[in-house]
């Protein structure tokens, strides 16, 4: 048994040397379809952190009438401490302090100074901010303000701007995750079609050898397995350099990445899930590799 493996292996070894040209090229096709699926991974990763950076600093605004009296906020504020056990804290902006809080953001720009100087009059409207335990309660906190007893004394709320920002950014993630899959899947069929290319090659440049194989009464297996092995080097090959050019990838995209997602470094994402990382690549390599020549050595050695 284990002289038998031993042969196998000595024959898929030479099958591949024999055909270094056309693997090579199996090996960079296998390459691509496996480095979407890795990129695929890690923006998934991406997307999921930097919506919850936006759900984190989200809250609920509620700004109030022009003529509401400062009592009466508080007291809606009081009072939505009072029944709503969503709600975390409350924190009332008066309209001067809202003034204020925009020239302190935009002293320095003068286009803002002088647009403000021009109005005249405090164009802000005091406001309370309002923070949940949990994200998906802001929704029901903007509906009870929007609808309920104090709707009367609000101007406007303004979760529904905040939650559309989230629901457009995953739309984008969705979309994008959605063409790298029929992009994925292309690829993937374009994959196939070289790796049985090249088995299909090694056989053809094989078959003295074959049918000597035949002649003194060698298993199906024993002909089939140097075939299966030359497609699994080939993805086992392209797995190893797509883990290094994507871990490459991760490390110098990660500083850059970071600007756009603060606190997220795809890096570390890479290093902490890198154990998920091999077993898609390697899946997707060596699975690849060997489903094709399996396939195609059934068919086409009729053994």
Known sequence: MLTNFKRILKFAGNDFSRNRGN???AIFVLVIPILLATSLFLFQGLSQSVISQIQSKMDVTAFFKEDVAEEDILAVRDE??????????????????????????????PDFMQALAEVGVNPFLASLNILTDQPHQYE???????????SELIEKVDYS??????EKFSNISSSINKFGFILGGVLFLIAILVVFNTIKLSIDNSKDEITAMRLVGASNWF?????????MICGFIAFLICLIVSGVAAYFLSPKIEILAPGFS????????????????????????????????????KV
Do not use: M, W
């Not at 701007?161 to 989230?166: G, Y």
């Open 80 to 109: 939505l401490l009072r029944v709503s056990s969503e709600v975390k804290s409350i924190q009332y902006v008066s309209k001067e302090k809202a003034l204020q809080d925009f020239i302190d953001r935009h002293k320095d720009n």
């Open 23 to 25: 693997n090579a090229a």
């Open 140 to 150: 029901k906190v903007s509906a009870f303000l929007e609808s309920g007893p104090f």
């Open 266 to 301: 795809i890096f570390s994402y890479f290093i902490s899930n890198l154990g998920i990382i091999a077993l898609i690549q390697i899946g997707f390599g060596v699975g690849l590799g060997v489903l094709a020549g399996f396939i195609l050595v059934r068919s086409y050695l």
């Open 223 to 231: 002909i089939r397995g140097p075939f299966i092995i030359q497609g």
């Open 161 to 166: 701007q905040k939650k559309d920002t989230i």
